[in-house]
């Protein structure tokens, strides 16, 4: 019944858009107000979309095994919140997630943007239903997630147990937030063109959907990198995979957009590369969902895959972008007046130089990712590219860069002079001296990591004595580089000083090095709900005297029948504590990797402060910079 | 004498267990930039798969013929293909992929002076 209702629902909403189209081109030719249908026809399209999204989820929670996607992603024994949290953990329901939201955020939209010309509310409006119609006939046609079955199932397949999981449940609506939050700047800015509407104005209402976007994409980012690293048992939290990529490419370009538009809420200058940027994040964001669901990309994520789709979505990518392309070629105008001079050394120059390093970073990652694609398809030759080709390319490149964002927002618009050119060296020293310091060992690495700590560590510096002279001024920028300082510091000392063993041990048996002792006492069985786990009982004693009880678990799953290992993590504020343990077939040892990993929760706290600067920003009423 | 007899044993054991050491280091480093190759995105470092484990246990027994990591990854590379290396070799094949950002970046940046030339010239 409930599936029944949402596929209706789906269809009235799809209905509506024409409605929508309809009432738009007759608002346009007398267009001094919005006419208040459109916005209303606008909510009852999102609410179908809504009732539709409650029909799946119904049908989730009810274990209804006439419907194709319960069948294939749920199970009578799993506990609710995964049987709701399954309810985007699939294709079918993921993409109805998206329209949920894409339909949602063109609402709050036309609320939110009544401050702007009309035209160019339902010209942005116009361009947002594009995407939604496109994303309503791919659903509809190619991905429904009402498919009917008869006769009904009595059971069904299940979730794949490592998606059962609190941080992936609420992953992918936060990271579709940021994906789709994107699609409104995309819309908008093509609106802002074809109304010529590119202006300081239109820089100030849409920052806050940037910064929104951004956040969220941070987030979601962040919530993936986490489960990533409690989940899958490698104890890394970031591994170049294609698909952590995809995620992070719309970041990158976002990010750059962000900064941009700080000077074009200033100045009209850089018209068109804002532009560029707004169609580039979406299309980027577009891709990313492409090259996922296509299954081309070889990775852990790739979970559901189908050609057909991949090409509906590949067209629709492509028109898009056409489309855009030949609105920014016909419409848009670079206005610049010249009384916008350049100076070498001002806050202009120095977002320049941001922009410039994340295009180069953003590049490193895109061609990283596709090249061995179209290798293959050229010349059948398979390479793989890994975490050492990032490496080399971005990390001499975050040395500049880490300076450069140091002194950038010291600086002041139009023209300025290196203000605090004493503290500055003073902070350089004693960067370079702690780094020195801290990075003991002297070997081939030595130099390249004392340089890129000693730059980390001056960005520290700097933007901590920001907090103290500036106070409250420019506070969700400075908290925001403050934790990016933080971020690179931290993943530089997990790097260079974690410790990791992998082993194979018996119960009862001791392994032994120079800094630890791991003691394998005995292992439990539990019965669970859905799965049966096997707990091993470790004791590890350190060199320094501290003693840790870890217990890793192996769980056996019912439905589907498939073994996970849940590591266990003893969390402080120094180190991380990691264990996992494996099974290995026909044997009566297990497999045991054991890591200590400093600074770990740092990573997690400098993204989160990351993304709460972005947050202070947006809720901020007046921009002072 | 017998102090130079102790000193030398325990210096010889000493230097194993260092050289030991280095070697578990170099084994875990080399089986990072492998990738394994019936997993889904894994590196054999990562992965427990019987594929991971019996290369692992490769890497091992090459070390200890005295083969040098780069000897071993021109190995590995004969015997599985280029798509077993997570560092792509520089070679026909990938000039571009290693080129290409790096031209980006120069091209930006000559955007970017190209800008303030032009801009200051109207002046």
Redesign the interface.
């Known amino acids: 019944m409930a599936s029944f209702i949402g596929f209706y629902s789906l269809s009235f909403g799809l209905f509506f858009s024409i409605f929508i189209i309809l009432y738009s081109f007759i608002n346009l030719k007398n267009s001094e107000v919005l006419d208040k249908k459109i916005v209303s026809f606008t909510f009852i399209q999102f609410f179908f979309v809504l009732i539709s999204f409650l029909g799946l989820i119904i049908s989730f929670v009810n274990s209804d095994f006439s419907n194709e996607t319960v069948f294939n992603h749920s199970h009578t024994t799993k506990p609710l919140f995964y049987k709701i949290s399954g309810t985007w953990g699939n294709h079918e329901g993921s993409l109805l997630l998206w329209l949920l939201v894409l339909t949602l955020f063109i609402s709050i939209f036309l609320i939110r943007s009544n401050q702007q010309p009309t035209k160019y509310r339902i010209f942005t409006l116009l361009f947002q239903q594009i995407i939604i119609i496109g994303f309503f006939i791919f659903l509809i046609k190619t991905s429904s997630p009402f498919n009917y079955i008869f006769p009904k199932p009595n059971e069904g397949l299940g979730l794949n147990p490592i998606l059962q999981d609190p941080a992936l449940a609420i992953h992918p609506p936060i990271l579709y937030l940021g994906y789709v939050g994107s699609s409104i700047i995309f819309s908008s800015a093509l609106g802002a063109m074809v109304t010529s509407h590119v202006t300081k104005e239109w820089a100030k209402h849409i920052k806050r959907w940037v910064l929104i976007s951004w956040v969220f994409l941070t987030l979601g980012i962040l919530l993936g990198s986490i489960w990533a690293y409690y989940e899958l048992g490698?104890g890394?939290f970031w591994?170049w995979?294609?698909v952590e990529n995809v995620s992070l490419m719309p970041w990158f370009a976002l990010t750059t957009l962000l900064h941009c538009i700080l000077v074009l809420e200033k100045k009209k200058i850089l018209t068109s590369w804002a532009m560029i940027l707004s169609i580039a994040t979406f299309a980027l964001s577009m891709s990313g969902t492409f090259l996922v669901r296509s299954g081309i990309l070889?990775?852990?994520?790739?979970f559901a895959n189908d050609p057909e789709r991949g090409l509906f979505i590949l067209i629709f990518l492509f028109t898009l972008i056409f489309l855009s392309i030949f609105i920014f070629i016909f419409f848009h105008s670079e206005k610049e007046k010249?009384e916008?001079?350049?100076f070498?050394l001002s806050k202009e120059?120095s977002i320049?130089?941001n922009n410039?390093f994340m295009?180069?970073f953003l590049?490193?990652v895109l061609?990283?990712t596709i090249?061995p694609i179209f290798?293959e398809v050229i010349?059948a030759?398979?390479?793989?590219?890994?975490?050492?080709?990032y490496n080399?390319?971005i990390i001499p490149?975050l040395i500049p860069f880490l300076l450069a964002m140091a002194i950038g927002p010291k600086l002041n618009w139009i023209k300025s002079d290196f203000k605090d050119k004493f503290y500055m060296i003073i902070f350089l020293m004693i960067s370079f001296l702690l780094s020195a310091l801290i990075i003991k060992e002297f070997d081939i690495s030595f130099l390249i990591n004392t340089i890129l700590v000693t730059s980390a560590f001056f960005l520290f510096f700097s933007t901590l004595r920001e907090f103290f002279i500036k106070r409250l001024k420019n506070l969700s920028q400075n908290i925001a580089h403050f934790g990016f300082s933080l971020l690179i510091l931290s993943v530089l000392f997990n790097n260079i000083f974690s410790n990791?063993i992998?082993t194979n041990l018996k119960i009862g048996e001791t392994f032994r090095s120079d800094k630890f002792t791991i003691n394998f006492e005995n292992i439990d069985q539990e019965d669970e709900k859905n799965f049966k786990a096997i707990i091993g009982k470790f004791n590890v004693l350190h060199t320094d005297g501290s003693s840790d009880t870890l217990n890793p678990e192996l769980r056996i799953y019912n439905q589907p029948n498939i073994i996970t290992s849940e590591a266990d993590i003893k969390t402080n504020l120094l180190t991380d504590k990691f264990m996992t343990m494996?099974y290995?077939?026909n044997q009566e040892y297990f497999?045991i990797r054991y890591q200590v990993k400093p600074f770990m929760i740092w990573i997690w706290i400098s993204v989160i402060l990351i993304s709460f600067g972005g947050l202070l920003s947006f809720f901020k009423k007046r921009y002072e910079i | 004498m017998r102090f130079i007899h102790i000193f030398l044993i325990a210096s010889i054991i000493l230097n194993f267990n260092f050289l030991k050491a280095e070697d578990i280091k170099t084994e875990n480093k080399i089986a990072k930039n492998l990738r394994c190759l019936i997993c889904q995105g894994q590196s054999v470092y990562d992965s427990d798969s019987e594929f991971a484990i019996s290369l692992k246990l490769l890497i091992k027994n090459k070390i200890q013929e005295g083969m040098s990591e780069e000897q071993i990854y021109s190995f590995l590379k004969t015997k599985y293909g280029e798509w077993i290396l997570y560092d792509p070799v520089f070679n026909r094949n990938t000039y571009f992929l290693w080129l290409l950002p790096l031209l980006i970046f120069l091209a930006g940046g000559a955007i970017i002076i190209r800008k303030f030339n032009n801009k200051n010239n109207l002046n």
């Open positions: 490698w890394g591994f995979d294609p070889n990775s852990v994520h790739t010249i916008n001079n350049f070498w120059s320049l130089v410039w295009m180069y590049s490193v061609i990283g090249y290798l010349t030759n398979k390479i793989s590219v890994g975490p050492p080709f080399k390319l490149f990791e992998i494996n290995v077939q497999n």
